[in-house]
C-alpha cells in the first residue's frame, strides 16, 4: 500500500454540512420531520388496529391503552410546584371470579395471563401512587408486592379479617415514604356526632368492606430541589376504599361515604398534631354508586336535599335491611350467611313493628311509601352529612368537561364520564378519585371551575387519562383478551402540588 496516496477527507462526505448552515431554524426543521416520520408510522400501526407502544407484547397479553389528556392552564412558574399521578383500579379478585358471572371472558380470566396484562398497565401508565382494590391476599404477597416492588413501589395492604381479598396502596419509594397509617372498619365505626339507630349500625348488616389511610411524606431528595423556596407542605395524605356492594345497600354505602370524610379528618389531625406541616388530602376508589345516587352526592353536593330518586332508593335500602336484620346478615359476596339462633328483644320488636315488608323487586323503584319510621332515617341520614364541615370534590367532576366534553355528564349532571366498569351484565360509572376538603356549613360545596379548585386547595389538575364511552365498549363484558384485564377500568389523574 503507497502511503503516499492521500486519505479522502471526511468533509466530502455525502449529507456532511457546513456549521455555518446548522441553524436553530435547520435543527426545528429536521426535527419536524422526523417527529413527521414517526408519527405517520403509529398512525399506520393505529389504523390497523396494533397498539403502536404493545407491538412487542404477545397479542394475547395486550390491552386497551388510553391516552392522558391535558387541561389548558395558566400556571404559574414562580410557585414552587411537585406533580404526582394518581391511579384508583379495581383489578377484580382471582377469588370472586365465576364463570357464570363472566360468560365471555374466556382465558382472560386465567390468572398467569391476567396478571401479566395488569402488571403491563401498570408499567405503562406508571403512576406514583395507585390506590387498588380486591387484591386477593395470596397474590398481594406472592405477586403484587413482588413484581411491583421492582418497578420502584413499596406498599400497605387492608382487608376485614381473614378475608380473601382487600385493598392496597402503593407508592414511589423514590418520592415518597410513609409516615403513618390507618385502617377503617365500617362495621364497628361508630359516627361520633349524636345520630344513633341506623346511621350508627346500619341496621347489623355486616358488610366486611374496609378502608385504608397513609400519610405519605416528600422524600428530602424532592424537597431539596426547592431550597430557595418556602416549602410548608409535608406530602400527602391519601385513602382508598371498596364500599358495600350490595344493590340495595345504599343505606349502608351512604352511611360508609360520612365515614371516609370523618376518618380521613380524624386521620389528617393526628398525622398534623405528631408530624406537623401542612398536608394534601386524597380519596379514591370503588365506591359502588352512581353520580346520581346519594352516597356520591351526599359528600360532593352540600348541603345535600335528597330528591325523591334518592328517597325512594333509600327508603327501599333501608326496608330491605330492616328485614334482612330479622332473617339474617348479608355478607360481602352476596350470599345471605345462615340465620343465628333467634333471641327476641327489644331491638328485634322494633324492626319487626317498623319494617316496611316489600317484594323487593328492584333497588331503583319509582315510587315507595316509606313507614315514619324509614322516613325519620332518611332525615336522619340527611341532617347527618349536612353537619359534617366536609366534602370531597371529584377530580374527573372538575376537569373531564375540559378534555372530552363528548363523554362528560352524559348521564348525569355533575359532569362525570359515563362509566368505569363493563361487566357482562352491569356497566356503569363507580369510581372516583376525590380531593377532601373543609366545607362552610352555610355555602354550597359544588367547584364549577379549575381556577376555584386551585385557589382552595393549591391543586392544579393537570390531566385525567381518558375514559371510554360506552359506545366504544364492545358487547360483551370485560375482562377480555386484547381490551381490559378487569371489569373495572383504571382512572388516573395526574396533579400539580402548589407547595408553598
Same mark, same amino acid.
Given at each position: 500500500m503507497n502511503d503516499d496516496i492521500p486519505k479522502k477527507s471526511k468533509k466530502g462526505k455525502k449529507g456532511s454540512r457546513n456549521p455555518v448552515d446548522i441553524t436553530p431554524e435547520f435543527i426545528a426543521e429536521q426535527r419536524a420531520k422526523r417527529d413527521a416520520i414517526k408519527k405517520a408510522k403509529r398512525d399506520a400501526l393505529i389504523a390497523n388496529g396494533i397498539d403502536p407502544d404493545q407491538i412487542d407484547i404477545p397479542k394475547d397479553l395486550r390491552f386497551i391503552s388510553r391516552q392522558m389528556l391535558e387541561l389548558p392552564t395558566n400556571s404559574n412558574s414562580k410557585i414552587a410546584s411537585y406533580t404526582v399521578s394518581i391511579m384508583t383500579y379495581n383489578i377484580l379478585a382471582q377469588a370472586l371470579i365465576r364463570r357464570k358471572l363472566f360468560p365471555t371472558s374466556g382465558n382472560a380470566l386465567k390468572w398467569f395471563k391476567r396478571s401479566k396484562v395488569l402488571l403491563s398497565e401498570f408499567k405503562h401508565y406508571n403512576s406514583d401512587v395507585l390506590l387498588l382494590q380486591e387484591?386477593?391476599?395470596?397474590?398481594?404477597?406472592?405477586?403484587?408486592?413482588?413484581?411491583?416492588?421492582?418497578? /420502584?413501589?413499596?406498599?400497605?395492604?387492608?382487608?376485614?379479617?381473614?378475608?380473601?381479598?382487600?385493598?392496597?396502596?402503593?407508592?414511589?419509594?423514590?418520592? #415518597?415514604?410513609?409516615?403513618?397509617?390507618?385502617?377503617?372498619?365500617?362495621?364497628? &365505626?361508630?359516627?361520633?356526632? /349524636?345520630? $344513633?339507630?341506623?346511621?350508627?349500625?346500619?341496621?347489623?348488616?355486616?358488610?366486611? $368492606?374496609?378502608?385504608?389511610?397513609v400519610s405519605l411524606k416528600f422524600k428530602p431528595s424532592i424537597l431539596s430541589k426547592f431550597p430557595n423556596t418556602n416549602i410548608n407542605k409535608s406530602g400527602i395524605i391519601i385513602g382508598t376504599t371498596h364500599l358495600f356492594w350490595h344493590p340495595f345497600g345504599t343505606n349502608t354505602r351512604t352511611r360508609q361515604t360520612y365515614l371516609v370524610l370523618q376518618k380521613t379528618q380524624e386521620f389528617y389531625n393526628r398525622v398534623k398534631l405528631i408530624q406537623?406541616?401542612?398536608?394534601?388530602?386524597?380519596?379514591?376508589?370503588?365506591?359502588?354508586?352512581?353520580?346520581?345516587?346519594?352516597?356520591?352526592?351526599?359528600?360532593?353536593?352540600?348541603?345535600? =336535599?335528597?330528591? +325523591?330518586?334518592? =328517597? $325512594?332508593? #333509600?327508603?327501599?335500602?333501608?326496608?330491605?335491611?330492616? &328485614?334482612?336484620?330479622?332473617?339474617?346478615?348479608?355478607?360481602?359476596?352476596?350470599d345471605d350467611v345462615e340465620e343465628e339462633e333467634d333471641v327476641e328483644g327489644d331491638d328485634d320488636k322494633k324492626i319487626e313493628e317498623t319494617a316496611n315488608i316489600e317484594k323487593f323487586t328492584?333497588?331503583?323503584?319509582?315510587?315507595?311509601?316509606?313507614?315514619?319510621?324509614?322516613?325519620? #332515617?332518611i332525615n336522619q341520614m340527611q341532617d347527618l352529612h349536612n353537619s359534617q364541615p366536609l366534602r370531597a370534590i371529584s377530580l374527573?367532576?372538575?376537569?373531564? =368537561?375540559?378534555?372530552?366534553?363528548?363523554?362528560?355528564?352524559?348521564?348525569?349532571? =355533575?359532569?362525570?364520564?359515563?362509566?368505569?366498569?363493563?361487566?357482562?351484565?352491569?356497566?356503569?360509572?363507580?369510581?372516583?378519585?376525590?380531593?377532601?376538603?373543609?366545607?362552610? #356549613?352555610?355555602?354550597?360545596?359544588?367547584?364549577?371551575?379549575? +381556577?376555584?379548585?386551585?385557589?382552595?386547595?393549591?391543586?392544579?389538575i393537570k390531566k385525567l387519562l381518558r375514559m371510554p364511552l360506552a359506545k366504544e365498549m364492545s358487547n360483551h363484558g370485560q375482562p377480555h383478551e386484547g381490551e381490559y384485564p378487569s371489569d373495572h377500568l383504571c382512572m388516573i389523574a395526574e396533579v400539580e402540588l402548589l407547595l408553598e
Open positions: 387484591v386477593d391476599y395470596v397474590q398481594y404477597n406472592s405477586f403484587w408486592k413482588l413484581e411491583l416492588k421492582k418497578l /420502584g413501589y413499596e406498599s400497605v395492604y387492608n382487608r376485614w379479617g381473614e378475608k380473601n381479598h382487600g385493598i392496597a396502596i402503593f407508592y414511589k419509594n423514590s418520592i #415518597l415514604e410513609i409516615s403513618d397509617k390507618m385502617s377503617i372498619d365500617y362495621d364497628s &365505626e361508630i359516627i361520633s356526632n /349524636g345520630f $344513633n339507630n341506623n346511621n350508627n349500625n346500619s341496621n347489623n348488616i355486616i358488610t366486611k $368492606n374496609v378502608g385504608l389511610l406537623g406541616g401542612e398536608w394534601f388530602k386524597f380519596f379514591g376508589g370503588d365506591f359502588n354508586s352512581q353520580p346520581f345516587d346519594s352516597p356520591y352526592l351526599s359528600i360532593t353536593s352540600k348541603p345535600i =336535599k335528597y330528591d +325523591e330518586r334518592c =328517597k $325512594n332508593v #333509600l327508603g327501599c335500602s333501608i326496608s330491605y335491611e330492616l &328485614e334482612k336484620s330479622k332473617q339474617g346478615q348479608v355478607n360481602e359476596e352476596g328492584t333497588p331503583v323503584p319509582e315510587t315507595f311509601k316509606p313507614t315514619d319510621y324509614e322516613t325519620n #332515617l374527573y367532576s372538575v376537569g373531564y =368537561k375540559h378534555v372530552h366534553r363528548e363523554n362528560s355528564g352524559l348521564d348525569n349532571d =355533575k359532569n362525570e364520564p359515563e362509566i368505569s366498569n363493563w361487566a357482562h351484565t352491569w356497566r356503569g360509572l363507580l369510581d372516583y378519585i376525590f380531593y377532601i376538603d373543609s366545607w362552610d #356549613l352555610n355555602v354550597s360545596s359544588n367547584i364549577e371551575t379549575l +381556577e376555584e379548585f386551585e385557589k382552595i386547595t393549591n391543586v392544579r
